[in-house]
């Protein structure tokens, strides 16, 4: 146990010194003729017994009282003992969650239509982060049909390439792991003809084991009562089911918040309360979820098809915006045709509990959102009739479990009768972060991916406070830095998606700051700031001498 | 109530211990008076440790952890080179009306007739201190003889030229470089931020060690772990604004005083202490409830029932209630005003608005909004309506059959007529209306209730009404609170009858300056400004 002091080196100076004053004080007081100052009384009766066993014991009752608080365990490493730990988590009702690797799926392009065998355990590096190919993995020409659980079809591209994907998991334990559809891997070595590599879904699932700084954040979820009542209940209801238990931040807003206009609905322009609004960030990053959808041609100008589809409210409850549209032919690597219109409605009609909302601002970002989306595809194609339909896949960002959450909290078993409560994805704020990394000619840069990950880590986890400081970005950028290296010119770009379909851009060196602005759905409260690592822009430059 | 008990451990009967040693030692050995010299010593150190187990095991509980360390003994070792330098000034650079003339300069200390050193680290409260433990010749007692404060302890006296302190010479290298005294701080007491450290850090509820923050902070812990409750609101604003509450299940009030030092509620069970300004809103005989108000200096009204309370002078809202974007608050007075009514009005629909605090574009615009919402509803179908909400409108021409509508407008709602018939005329409606009382009636008496805080009877020991952010976490959201802070102005009263007054007319001088206080001052909590009193 840490509890006990080992050596009298750990002892305080000042409480030794304390325990031994007031022995020799004592001594003097009752018999001056005893030499104090030096000598046998001095070394044994006064400074052993008097200050080093006086400090010993009261160092280890203070050890005890400090063993009581994660806070003080934080602080002091001599107590951070894991059955310490343990003991003091179990007070607040929580465990240390252990951490889990990113999965997902990495598309592999290759010339030719050949056989092309991946082995388990193959190497794609991206972002600067290892991933292991799961299991053997074999990839048969087109037009195979006996293809067994560890084979893939190459599907041909339409220029001589052809892919497929495998299953993949992160090395390292870690939200970091957690990487976006797209993005470019490496591999080492690169199998037979190969061309490209890229994610073919997001990475998910990445969890950190959890620090005592991130436990001390969330002692607030373990001990409050599991009911829809305060606003740490509600986080603690939500949070205490396992199926939300890694979800990120929650912003409840009520009655008096300028944010809340649902109970405004009245004959009377004043609020009444009984409203309540959650805007969750579930998940560091958005999903993005890739629909199959049906869709009509509604219109044709010049060469450019216009195409509509209507995302329904089950497609992807919550959705911020269409990250890319394209052919079922096309590789699933390409930019995406052209959104030219996102028009946003709600659909509650179907549900027996309905929350009071009279207007789409009041919706957006929930489970009940609708869309009608419009493209352009200018290939020439054989349909040609406006009317007809044709298949097209549709990329959605969205926050992971609105839908869950609405019904979970909808459902009467949670929610008081009377109670209306409305899950909202929270308003994004996408950041991007561009700064200088100043180094002398002689040192070697930085690891940059490394630093970008590290970059998006720290503001995804910031929760819904209002404002991105520059500092932070600075202090992060700092632990990745060697020697005389030094950043500098740190810009701080936002867009916001405002729940009516407008896009807000904030900017600033210093500070980047969540407008107040409640009438259109934008504060602090409701907006939480997002940065994919590739939105961070890594300059080095070679100091002047 | 403190319960003494002596010997409460061991270690206060040292002879207990001495005999422990054997008989030899205690009774025969020929140094046997320094041996229990010794035995005296280790027993005071370890009661220490006892003391301190004590607390930490105090500190277990959020009830009972411990606002201040005590140390029994503490050494306060002062030195001759730290006494009155700038570093302890009493002289602060951002004490409140301080002007830097030619007597107080920057980095210089100030000519005094105190004797200032720097405090232990941590120290707060000193009761006693002597020069020795045993037999002491020199007391000195906490404001009389010395003060501590800000991290200073300030002596009336000179400690270094009291021939009772105990001091010696200070050396390096074998010169003498400063003088040091030792004195004996007895049962001082050291924020060692024990209820932040254990409790107040897993609910991110920091405040200066205080009785005050353990309520605040367990009135906070018991809204997270058992649920929000009225009590645990009540509990957090008493704590605030140090006006206490009934502690106790039941208690019986059996006298109502006043003295020079406030007013006393004393009940069979406790003695309360209030302002001189707060009023009792208790009667001798009555039976109080635990978390009860016993005067009006902290009053707290649910509007479930509609009843305005009636010595609220107004109420005003802001962005988070109203509906329209509105420039600034309005202010809804207790009071009647006369009811406007428009019968012209272009919408078709009589137009009702009466007077409101807040700017004018404001007033219009909230009454506007008000009937815009009105004519919506009462143009919806009346399928589903029945009798008493429909509204017979004449038939345009002769033969046509009547038009039925909807009551949907406010004047539908105060129209007095049995039968409605076309639209209600100013004779059809009251004549006033109160302010107030519409938005209780209407608005307010779903989800709010209101907590009336008198400023100037608040106790000494609140620890202030800045920290109402903290009833974001205890406030269902929702529910809301709407404080109302009544800051009293002086009054007088004239006999006018006494009097022989010529009335005459002057231009008043404008203020020089009118400082509103900053009672609260959160990005969570607004305070405004409902009504004053001109002087």
């Known amino acids: 146990m840490a509890l006990k002091v080992q050596s009298i080196a750990e002892l305080d100076p000042a ?128 037009g195979t049909t006996n293809a067994g659980t560890n084979d893939r079809i190459l599907t041909p591209r339409g220029d001589g390439t052809y892919e497929f994907s495998v299953p993949a998991t992160a090395v390292d334990v870690g939200e970091t792991g957690n990487t976006r559809n797209g993005t470019k891997f490496i591999p080492d070595p690169p199998p037979a003809r190969f061309v490209t590599a890229f994610s073919a879904v997001d990475f998910v699932g990445g969890t950190a084991t959890e620090t005592n700084d991130q436990l001390v954040n969330r002692m607030l979820d373990g001990i409050p ?59 560091a990053l958005p999903r993005q979820i890739d629909l199959r959808k049906t869709c009509v041609l509604v219109a044709r100008a010049g060469a450019a098809y216009v195409w509509q589809t209507t995302i329904s409210r089950d497609d992807a409850p919550g959705f911020y915006d269409v990250a890319t549209v394209r052919r079922l032919t096309d590789p699933s690597d390409i930019a995406g045709l052209p959104v030219i219109q996102d028009h946003r409605g709600w659909d509650v009609a179907t549900d027996q509990w309905q929350p009071d909302v009279t207007q789409l ?25 406006v009317g007809d339909e044709t298949e097209y896949i549709i990329g959605l960002r969205v926050q992971p479990f609105i839908r869950e959450l609405q019904n979970f909290l909808s459902d009467k078993d949670h929610r008081n009768l009377a109670g209306d409560i409305l899950v909202r994805a929270a308003v994004p704020c996408f950041v991007t972060v561009n700064c200088y990394l100043v180094k002398s000619p002689t040192e070697s840069s930085p690891d940059l991916d490394a630093i970008r990950v590290a970059i998006a880590a720290r503001v995804n986890n910031l929760g819904f406070v209002g404002t991105l400081y520059a500092s932070q970005i600075n202090e992060t950028v700092h632990d990745y830095l060697s020697g005389d290296q030094a950043v500098s010119n740190i ?55 | ?116 050193f720097p405090a232990p680290e941590k120290l707060v409260n000193a009761p006693l201190i002597f020069n020795r433990f045993a ?10 003889h010395y003060t501590v404060a800000a991290g200073v302890i300030t002596f009336l006296w000179d400690p270094f030229e009291d021939p009772r302190v105990a001091r010696r010479a200070v050396y390096r290298d074998g010169v003498v470089v400063d003088t040091e005294a030792i004195l004996w701080v007895f049962r001082g007491e050291f924020d060692w931020d024990t209820i932040y450290r254990q409790f107040g850090y897993a609910v991110g509820v920091r405040l200066q060690s205080s009785a005050g923050y353990r309520d605040i902070l367990n009135a906070v812990y018991d809204a997270i772990i058992g649920g929000p409750a009225g009590d645990t609101v009540t509990v957090a604003l008493s704590a605030m604004t140090g006006v206490p509450l009934v502690r106790e299940v039941t208690e019986t009030v059996q006298v109502i005083e006043n003295d020079r030092r406030g007013l006393h509620v004393i009940t069979d069970q406790h003695v309360y202490r209030f302002d001189a300004a707060a009023n009792p809103v208790v009667a001798v005989g009555d039976k109080l409830q635990r978390f009860d108000a016993m005067t009006d200096a902290l009053q707290i009204f649910e509007l479930n029932t509609g009843i305005t309370p009636a010595d609220l002078a107004a109420v005003s809202l802001g962005s988070g209630f109203l509906a329209t974007c509105m420039y600034a608050d309005l202010i809804f007075e207790n009071r009647e005003v006369p009811l406007v009514v428009d019968t012209q009005h272009p919408s078709g629909y009589t137009y ?117 952010r903290l009833l974001r976490k205890i406030v269902p959201p929702h529910t809301a609170m709407i404080l109302i802070v009544a800051v009293t102005a002086e009054t007088d009263s004239v006999t006018l009858d006494m009097l022989s007054d010529e009335l005459s007319q002057f231009t008043g001088a404008a203020p020089q300056q009118d400082d509103v206080l900053n009672l609260v001052e959160t990005s969570r909590v607004v305070v405004r400004i409902i009504n004053g009193t001109c002087q």
């Open chain 2, 1 to 116: 109530m403190n319960n003494f008990v002596f010997p409460s451990n061991i270690y206060d009967r040292p002879e207990n211990l001495l005999s422990v040693l054997g008989s030899w030692w205690a009774d025969d050995y020929a140094a046997k008076d320094q041996i229990r010299s010794v035995v005296d010593g280790k027993s005071q150190i370890e009661s220490q440790s006892v003391l301190d187990l004590l607390e930490t095991i105090a500190a277990m509980s959020r009830f009972s952890v411990p606002i201040y360390h005590t140390d029994t003994w503490y050494p306060l070792y002062l030195y001759k080179s730290q006494m009155n330098t700038s570093a302890v000034s009493p002289v602060r650079y951002d004490a409140a009306g301080q002007l830097y003339r030619d007597d107080l300069l920057y980095d210089a200390p100030q000519a005094t007739q105190q004797f200032h």
């Open chain 2, 352 to 468: 009702l608005s009466w007077a409101l605090g807040g700017f004018p574009n404001d007033v219009t615009t909230f009454f506007e909004d008000m009937h815009a919402r009105g004519v919506a509803a009462a143009q919806q179908s009346v399928d589903s309506c029945g009798d008493n909400d429909i509204i017979t409108y004449p038939a345009p021409a002769f033969g046509d059959p009547p038009r039925l509508g909807r009551r949907g407008t406010l004047a539908h709602w105060l129209d007095s007529r049995p039968v409605r018939v076309g639209e209600p005329k100013a004779v059809n409606l009251p004549s006033t209306i109160n302010p107030l009382k519409f938005l209780v009636e209407n608005v307010l008496r779903n989800n709010a209730y209101i907590v009336k805080i008198r400023i100037t009877a608040q106790g000494s020991q609140g620890v202030g009404l800045q920290n109402l």
């Open chain 1, 361 to 385: 601002t009041e919706v957006t970002y929930s489970r009940y959102q609708t869309a009608v989306i419009r493209f352009e595809d200018t290939t020439p194609t054989a349909v040609a009739v």
């Open chain 1, 15 to 142: 409480l030794v010194l304390q325990a031994q004053a007031e022995l020799s004080q004592l001594i003097q007081e009752r018999h001056p003729e005893v030499e104090l100052t030096r000598g046998v009384i001095h070394d044994i009766v006064a400074f052993f017994a008097g200050g080093i066993s006086g400090a010993v014991n009261q160092t280890e009752i203070n050890r005890i009282l400090e063993s009581r608080s994660l806070l003080a365990v934080t602080e002091n490493p001599q107590l951070a003992d894991p059955e310490l730990v343990d003991h003091l988590l179990s007070n607040f009702l929580i465990s240390r969650k252990i951490g889990t690797r990113a999965r997902g799926e990495i598309t592999i392009v290759v010339q030719g239509d050949a056989t092309v065998v991946i082995a388990a355990g193959a190497r794609y590096t991206a972002n600067g982060l290892v991933y292991l190919v799961d299991a053997p993995i074999t990839a048969r020409p087109s």
């Open chain 2, 135 to 144: 037999g002491p010749t020199l007391t000195w007692q906490n404001n009389m």
């Open chain 1, 225 to 283: 009562a599991k009911v829809v009542a305060g606003r740490s209940n509600i986080v603690a209801l939500i949070k205490a089911q396992p199926v939300f238990a890694d979800t990120k931040d929650y912003s409840i807003v009520g009655y008096g918040d300028p944010e809340m206009f649902r109970d405004r609905h009245g004959v009377v322009p004043i609020s009444g309360g009984g409203r309540v609004d959650i805007y969750a960030k579930t998940e």
């Open chain 1, 491 to 545: 810009e701080l770009l936002g867009q916001i998606r405002r729940p009516d379909g407008q896009t807000v851009v904030i900017r600033d060196t210093h500070a980047l700051q969540i407008p107040t602005t409640p009438s259109v759905g934008i504060t602090p409260r409701t907006t939480a700031f997002m940065l994919y690592p590739e939105n961070v822009g890594l300059s080095v430059r070679n100091r002047e001498l």
